[in-house]
């Protein structure tokens, strides 16, 4: 595997490829970011993955700080796949001195969910993904359904900024033994916290079961409630979101002062 730092290198290295598959990501790597470069390594020619944490797309500066990371360790795993290129810039490669900040038209998503209590993350996601994909003349990008919300980001930014050409696949969210869903932040959770953090995936799906049958006001608050007991310290959202052709029952919520996300598509 090549490790490039730097977009010049990269974008020449690349040039003489033409099917490109391309895994972002922030690093810590775990298996769900390992299944996207599985699968990108089964379909494209060449597998690009980067790790960059990106400072735009935190509105909590501590969070920024306390992002895990474990560049060695993820070296290796990337080795043991035989992914191609790993992209390992820093902030002034990605964003240099005289980068042009543009804002992002991407509608009312930009501050609903995730958007809304994590204001300027989905405009910070964006900024790095045009700059990414300017380096990264990628054909297929694999990204994970994990962060749902995000991939209909992305989805309206490649037409946004005229990449109609590129194929964005969304991979199913991995899960560990207990369902939670794999996440760089449950590095931060205790052996206690990481058992109770599984009740988030049990809630989902108690109100997937329920929520054609019941009110679905009720079934967030018992939801909201059962969370709350199970050692949850806030739960900022259960909502349903409908998107065409999905439907998706999506949370946020805090334990042992670390935010997690999840969701379960319905249809
Ligand atoms: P991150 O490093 O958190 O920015 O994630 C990089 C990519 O990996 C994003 O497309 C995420 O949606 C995806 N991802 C993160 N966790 C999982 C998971 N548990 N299962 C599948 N994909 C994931």
Same mark, same amino acid.
């Given at each position: 595997?090549?490790? +490039?730092?730097?977009?010049?290198?990269?974008?020449?290295?690349?040039?003489?490829?033409?099917?490109?598959?391309? #895994?972002?990501?922030?690093?810590?790597?775990?298996?769900?970011?390992?299944?996207? #470069?599985?699968?990108?390594?089964?379909?494209?020619?060449?597998?690009?993955?980067?790790?960059?944490?990106?400072?735009? @797309?935190?509105?909590?500066?501590?969070?920024?700080?306390?992002?895990?990371?474990?560049?060695?360790?993820? +070296?290796?795993?990337?080795?043991?796949?035989?992914?191609?290129?790993?992209?390992?810039?820093?902030?002034?490669?990605?964003?240099?001195?005289?980068? @042009?900040?543009? &804002?992002?038209?991407?509608?009312?998503?930009?501050?609903?969910?995730?958007?809304? &209590?994590?204001?300027?993350?989905?405009?910070?996601?964006?900024?790095?993904?045009?700059?990414?994909?300017?380096?990264?003349?990628?054909?297929?990008?694999?990204?994970?359904?994990?962060?749902? @919300?995000?991939?209909?980001? +992305?989805?309206?930014?490649?037409?946004?900024?005229?990449?109609?050409?590129?194929?964005?696949?969304?991979?199913?969210?991995?899960?560990?033994?207990?369902?939670?869903?794999?996440?760089?932040?449950?590095?931060?959770?205790?052996?206690?916290?990481?058992?109770?953090?599984?009740?988030?995936?049990?809630?989902?799906?108690?109100?997937?079961?329920?929520? @054609?049958?019941?009110?679905?006001?009720?079934?967030?608050?018992?939801?909201?409630?059962?969370?709350?007991?199970?050692?949850?310290?806030?739960?900022? &959202?259960?909502?349903?979101?409908?998107?065409?052709?999905? #439907?998706?029952?999506?949370?946020?919520?805090? +334990?042992?002062?670390?935010?997690?996300?999840?969701?379960?598509?319905?249809?």
């Amino acid at each position: 595997m090549k490790v +490039i730092r730097t977009a010049n290198e990269l974008t020449k290295v690349l040039s003489i490829h033409n099917n490109i598959g391309f #895994v972002p990501t922030m690093g810590c790597l775990h298996e769900g970011h390992l299944c996207l #470069v599985k699968k990108s390594k089964l379909t494209n020619e060449i597998t690009v993955c980067s790790i960059f944490v990106n400072p735009a @797309q935190f509105n909590d500066p501590k969070d920024y700080k306390l992002y895990p990371v474990t560049i060695d360790e993820d +070296i290796t795993k990337l080795e043991s796949l035989h992914c191609d290129i790993l992209f390992l810039p820093g902030v002034e490669e990605v964003y240099p001195a005289n980068y @042009q900040n543009k &804002y992002y038209q991407i509608g009312e998503i930009e501050n609903l969910w995730e958007g809304f &209590y994590r204001p300027g993350h989905f405009q910070g996601v964006c900024k790095v993904m045009d700059r990414l994909l300017d380096i990264v003349p990628a054909t297929d990008l694999w990204m994970g359904q994990k962060d749902f @919300q995000q991939c209909m980001v +992305i989805e309206k930014l490649l037409v946004l900024t005229n990449r109609k050409n590129i194929t964005l696949h969304r991979i199913e969210t991995i899960r560990s033994n207990s369902g939670l869903a794999l996440s760089s932040r449950n590095q931060r959770l205790s052996d206690d916290g990481i058992i109770k953090a599984a009740t988030l995936y049990e809630s989902l799906q108690l109100v997937q079961k329920l929520y @054609q049958k019941e009110d679905f006001t009720k079934l967030e608050q018992y939801a909201k409630e059962d969370l709350l007991q199970n050692g949850f310290e806030e739960i900022e &959202y259960i909502s349903v979101i409908q998107k065409e052709p999905s #439907v998706v029952i999506a949370a946020a919520a805090w +334990i042992e002062g670390v935010r997690l996300i999840d969701n379960i598509i319905l249809n």
